[in-house]
C-alpha cells in the first residue's frame, strides 16, 4: 500500500459525493454516509481534493520535514517544477529562486533540467527500440493507474525514470563531493508525495512540497516574493525543458522515428487506458492532467491557456546561472541509472454476478432498464455501476437520490396520512372529552396539568385564568381538597375520594395514574363529579319506577336504583337489554347487592310492566306450604284448605312476572314441579284435575354457587339449564366502591325524609364507608345509615360514629400497622391468626375463607386447627 497522501477528515464529509464522481478509479468508499480514500486503490490524481467544496480532503504536509532539514546542518537543495511561473506569477521567476534560498535552500534547480535530460535518454532508448507502442509519462497518477488498475499496459510504458527522479540524480551528482545533502522537490502535483518513496528511488528526493506549501513558508518567515532581489539558477541551463508542464510539451524535446501522440486530461486518459490497443511504432505522451499546469496543487488564480502562455514564453529565455556544467556533461555520468521499473499493484475488488447486480438494482426500485436513470447523483456514471460499488462494499444503498426522493415522498404521504389520522382522533378525543358530564382533568408524574374539560372547571368553579399550574396549589389554595391526583402519585395506584370545594360543593374524585414501562407515573387522569348533581341526575334516572304500573303488594315499595361504577352499569344495561323479552332471568350476587331491585326493574321497565309482579321467597316458606303457595289449592284438597280453595302465586303472577328469590333453597321435589310448570306453562292446583295455562315470565334468583350444587347433587341440573338462560351478575359493593357515596347520600336523604331530620356525613365519615369492606352489601350499607341517622346526637355523622356503628377499627382492612418490634415468625403468625380470626367470623365456610384470602380450603383447615390451640 502507498502512503496515505490523501485522506477525509472525520465528520466533515457532507454526502455530495463529489470525490466519488471525480475519483476515475472509485478509490473512495462511503460508509456511514461520510467518504474514506481507500488507499490501494488511489492513484493520488487529486481529484477529489479540487472538487471539495467542503475542504474535507487533507494532503500529507512537507513543511515539517523540509523545515526540518533547512534548520539544522543540511545543505538542502530546491527543484522547482517548471509549472511554478504559473503559479507564482507576477513574480519573476528568479525573484523565486531569490525567495526560496531566503528560506535557507542553499540552492535552487529547475526541474525542466531533469526533463531535458529525460528527454535524451528517451531518444536515445527509442532509437533501441524501433518497433514497439511506448507511452511515456512524468505523471506518477499515470504510472499509478496502469500499476494498480490496468496492470496489462505496464509493459508499455516507457522505462525511464520521471525529470523529478532525474533531476535529483544529477544534483547528487553535482555535489558528490557534499555531505549531508538533502533535496526538496517543489511542484503542483501530490503524487510526487509518493513517488520518491519507491524503492528504487530511495535516497534521491528526500521530501516533495506543493506549491502552496511553499507559499505557506514564505509567508511563515514574512518572505515578500515580489521584494525578493533576483537570484540565479543553480542548475545548468535550460529551454525546452521547460516546456514539460504542457500537454505535449514532453514531446517537443524529442524527435523519435515513431509515430507521436500526445494525450491529456481524465477522459481522455481513461480511454486509452481502458481500450489500448499496441499500434505499432508509437510514442505516446500521456499526462493525466491538463498537463501539470492544471496539477491540484497548481495554486494559480490563472486560466489554463494564460499559464500554458506563461510557461511557453518562459521557455524562450534564458535564464543566468551559477552551474556552468552542461547537461550533455552529467548526463553521461548518470545515463545508466536512468532506466525504472513497474510493479503490477492491482488490488482487485470482488465482482458481482450478474444476479446480484439485479437484486441489488431491485432493492433501489429498479427492475426494469427504464428503471435506471443514471443521473450521476451517488457518483456513479450508471445504476448498475453503483450497483458493482454497493456489492463491492465502497458504496451504499441508500446514495440513490431518485430512490430516497420516492422514499421521502413515500413516508411523507405515510405520515400526512397519520397526521390527518392523529388530528381526527384529537378532535374525536377532544370532543368526547369535552361533551363528557364528568369533569375530567389531566396531569403529568409531578401533578403539572396539563388539561381540563369544560365540565371539570364548571363543577369546580373555577376559570381558565385563574387555574394553577400544578395540583398541588389547588390543595394548598384549598380550591379542592383534598387532591386525589397526588394521592395517585403517591400510593401510584387508582384512588377514589370526597373532595371539598372552595364553593362549597362535595365532589367525589377518582385519578387513575397511567405508568410507561418502567413503572414511572407518566400522566393521571382524573374524573370528577358534583355530588348534589348526581343525585338529580339520578332522581331523574329512577323515574322507572313511577308506580302506576305494578299490580302487586309491593307496588308502592320499590325504592330508587343509585349507581355509577362500570359494573353495576353493566349488569343493569343487561338487565334492561332484556327487560322486553321473555327470557328467563337469572340473578346472581351475595346477599344484599340489590338482586331485588333490579328484578322490579325488569319487570317496570319491560313489556309485562302492566302485569303483576309476583315475588315468593323460596327460603322462607315452610316446604309443606310451598307447593299450594306456588300452584293453589281446589277446594277442600287437605284439611285446613279455604272452603273456594286457592289461587297459587303462578297463577296470580299470570301476564307478568313471577320472581323466585334464593331459589337454591327449593326443595327437590319442588324442583321437578316447578321445571314442569315452566316448560309446559301449565300447572294443575293442589288436588285438581284440570292444567291451566299460564303465561308467566321467572326471574330467579340466588347468592348460593348452583353450578357447584348441581355438581354436588343438590340442585337439579335441568333446572338450573332451564332459569340459567340470562344470567346477570350483580358485583358486591367492596368491588364497586365507586357507589358507596351516592348510595350512602340517597340512604341519608331517604331516612332524613322519613323520620323528619336532618343530618348530613361529613367528609371523614364518607371516607371511612368508601374503607370498609360491606360484607352485607347495599342492604349493610343501608341499615347502617339508618341505625346513624337514628341514634347518633349531632347534626353531623363522623367517622367515628361510622367504625362504631360498624364495630371495627379504621383501616384494619388496608393496612397491617405494627406497633413495635417483635421476631418476624411472631408477627406472620399473630398476622395470619387475626386475619383467619376475621374471615371466620365473616363467612364461616371454609371454602369462602379459602376463596377470599387466596390460599387452599386444605390450608385454611389445618391452620384454623394450629390457631384453635
Ligand atoms: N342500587 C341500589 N340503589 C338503591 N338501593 C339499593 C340498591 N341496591 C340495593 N339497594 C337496597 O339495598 C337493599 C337490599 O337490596 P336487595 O334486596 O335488592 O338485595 P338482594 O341482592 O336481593 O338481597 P338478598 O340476596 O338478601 O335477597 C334494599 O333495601 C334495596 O332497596
Known amino acids: 500500500m502507498g502512503l496515505e497522501i490523501v485522506r477525509t477528515e472525520p465528520n466533515k464529509c457532507r454526502q455530495c459525493y463529489s470525490c466519488v464522481r471525480n475519483c476515475p478509479v472509485k478509490a473512495v468508499r462511503i460508509k456511514d454516509g461520510q467518504a474514506e480514500i481507500i488507499q490501494t486503490r488511489c492513484i493520488q490524481c487529486g481529484n477529489c481534493i479540487k472538487h471539495c467544496s467542503q475542504n474535507a480532503k487533507k494532503v500529507i504536509s512537507g513543511i515539517e520535514n523540509t523545515s526540518g532539514f533547512l534548520n539544522s546542518r543540511y545543505y538542502t537543495v530546491a527543484c522547482l517544477a517548471p509549472s511554478f511561473i504559473a503559479s507564482f506569477y507576477p513574480a519573476t521567476p528568479l525573484q523565486v529562486v531569490a525567495a526560496t534560498k531566503k528560506l535557507g535552500f542553499a540552492e535552487v534547480w529547475e526541474v525542466a533540467a531533469g526533463a531535458e535530460i529525460v528527454a535524451r535518454h528517451t531518444q536515445a532508448f527509442l532509437s533501441q527500440h524501433k518497433q514497439g507502442t511506448y507511452i511515456n509519462t512524468a505523471c506518477p497518477a499515470l504510472v499509478n493507474l496502469i500499476e494498480r488498475h490496468y496492470p496489462a499496459l505496464i509493459p508499455y510504458l516507457s522505462p525511464i525514470v520521471s525529470p523529478m527522479i532525474a533531476t535529483g540524480m544529477m544534483i547528487r551528482y553535482a555535489l558528490r563531493h557534499k555531505n549531508n545533502v538533502r533535496i526538496v522537490f517543489i511542484g503542483p502535483c501530490i503524487a510526487k508525495k509518493d513517488e520518491i518513496h519507491r524503492l528504487e528511488f530511495d535516497g534521491t528526493i528526500d521530501d516533495v512540497l506543493t506549491f502552496d506549501e511553499l507559499k505557506q513558508m514564505f509567508n511563515d518567515r514574512n518572505i515578500n516574493i515580489s521584494t525578493c532581489h533576483e537570484e540565479a539558477w543553480d542548475s545548468p541551463a535550460v529551454s525546452k525543458g521547460r516546456l514539460l508542464p504542457l500537454p505535449s510539451g514532453f514531446s517537443k524535446n524529442i524527435k523519435p522515428a515513431h509515430g507521436q501522440m500526445a494525450i491529456d486530461s481524465k477522459e481522455n486518459i481513461l480511454g486509452l487506458v481502458k481500450n489500448f490497443n499496441s499500434f505499432g511504432a508509437y510514442f505516446i505522451d500521456a499526462l493525466l492532467c491538463h498537463g501539470c499546469i492544471e496539477g491540484p496543487k497548481i495554486d494559480s488564480p490563472l486560466p489554463v491557456y494564460q499559464r500554458g502562455i506563461l510557461i511557453d514564453q518562459y521557455s524562450r529565455y534564458d535564464m543566468p546561472t551559477d552551474n556552468d556544467m552542461t547537461l550533455e556533461e552529467i548526463y553521461k555520468k548518470i545515463s545508466d541509472r536512468l532506466y525504472r521499473n513497474y510493479e503490477n499493484k492491482a488490488a482487485l475488488l470482488p465482482y458481482p454476478s450478474e444476479r446480484e447486480i439485479q437484486q441489488i438494482l431491485a432493492s433501489t426500485g429498479k427492475c426494469s432498464l427504464s428503471d435506471e436513470l443514471n443521473c450521476g447523483a451517488c457518483g456513479y456514471d450508471s445504476c448498475r455501476d453503483k450497483a458493482i460499488a454497493v456489492y463491492q462494499g465502497i458504496a451504499e444503498i441508500e446514495m440513490c437520490l431518485p430512490y430516497l426522493i420516492n422514499r421521502k415522498n413515500a413516508l411523507l404521504s405515510q405520515l400526512s396520512d397519520k397526521l390527518n389520522e392523529i388530528s381526527s382522533l384529537n378532535n374525536e378525543l377532544n370532543g368526547l372529552v369535552e361533551c363528557s358530564y364528568d369533569g375530567m382533568m389531566m396531569t403529568d408524574g409531578q401533578g403539572n396539568i396539563l388539561r381540563t374539560n369544560s365540565a371539570w372547571k ?412
Not at 562 to 578: C, D, Q, R, W
Not at 695 to 711: E, F, G, H, Q, S
Not at 736 to 762: G, H, T, W
Request: contains cysteine; neutral net charge.
Open 458 to 869: 364548571r363543577i369546580v368553579g373555577i376559570l381558565d385564568e385563574q387555574l394553577p399550574d400544578n395540583v398541588a396549589e389547588l390543595e394548598n389554595k384549598r380550591i379542592i381538597y383534598p387532591s386525589a391526583t397526588l394521592l395517585a402519585i403517591k400510593e401510584k395506584r387508582r384512588i377514589t375520594v370526597l373532595q371539598q370545594c372552595q364553593s362549597g360543593r362535595q365532589l367525589i374524585a377518582t385519578a387513575n395514574p397511567i405508568s410507561d414501562e418502567n413503572g414511572q407515573i407518566t400522566r393521571v387522569v382524573v374524573n370528577i363529579r358534583a355530588i348534589d348533581e348526581l343525585n338529580k341526575l339520578q332522581n331523574k334516572w329512577v323515574n322507572y319506577n313511577d308506580n302506576s304500573s305494578s299490580a302487586d303488594t309491593v307496588k308502592n315499595t320499590v325504592p330508587a336504583l343509585i349507581g355509577n361504577s362500570p359494573s353495576f352499569i353493566k349488569a343493569l344495561n343487561i338487565a334492561y337489554e332484556v327487560a322486553d323479552v321473555d327470557s328467563t332471568v337469572l340473578l346472581l350476587g351475595e346477599t344484599g347487592v340489590g338482586k331485588d331491585i333490579i328484578a322490579h326493574f325488569i319487570h317496570n321497565t319491560g313489556s309485562r310492566k302492566n302485569g303483576p309482579f309476583v315475588k315468593i321467597n323460596c327460603g322462607a316458606i315452610p316446604e309443606t306450604l310451598i307447593e299450594s303457595e306456588l300452584f293453589g289449592y281446589e277446594t277442600g284438597a287437605f284439611t285446613g284448605a279455604k272452603r273456594d280453595g286457592k289461587q297459587g302465586l303462578f297463577e296470580a303472577a299470570d301476564h307478568g312476572i313471577l320472581f323466585l328469590d334464593e331459589i337454591a333453597e327449593l326443595p327437590m321435589a319442588m324442583q321437578v314441579k316447578l321445571l314442569q310448570a315452566i316448560q309446559e306453562k301449565k300447572i294443575t292446583r293442589i288436588g285438581g284435575i284440570k292444567p291451566l295455562d299460564v303465561d308467566v315470565r321467572i326471574i330467579a334468583a340466588t347468592n348460593k354457587d348452583l353450578a357447584t350444587m348441581v355438581k354436588q347433587g343438590t340442585f337439579r341440573a335441568d333446572l338450573y339449564y332451564r332459569i340459567n338462560v340470562v344470567p346477570i351478575t350483580i358485583p358486591p359493593l367492596r368491588e364497586r366502591i365507586e357507589d358507596i357515596v351516592p348510595l350512602a347520600q340517597y340512604f341519608v336523604k331517604q331516612f332524613s325524609d322519613k323520620y323528619n331530620i336532618d343530618k348530613q356525613l361529613s367528609i371523614d365519615a364518607y371516607a371511612a364507608l368508601n374503607e370498609y369492606d360491606w360484607p352485607g352489601n347495599v342492604r349493610e350499607l343501608e341499615n347502617i345509615i339508618e341505625r346513624l341517622m337514628v341514634t347518633t346526637k349531632g347534626d353531623i355523622i363522623t367517622s367515628e360514629d361510622i367504625w362504631t356503628c360498624i364495630g371495627e377499627q379504621p383501616s384494619a382492612r388496608s393496612t397491617v400497622k405494627v406497633n413495635d418490634i417483635m421476631p418476624i415468625k411472631e408477627a406472620v403468625e399473630e398476622v395470619e391468626r387475626q386475619l383467619l380470626q376475621m374471615a371466620h367470623k365473616r363467612y364461616k365456610s371454609t371454602y369462602k375463607m379459602a376463596e377470599c384470602l387466596d390460599i387452599d380450603q386444605s390450608t385454611i383447615v389445618r391452620k384454623l386447627k394450629k390457631y384453635q390451640n
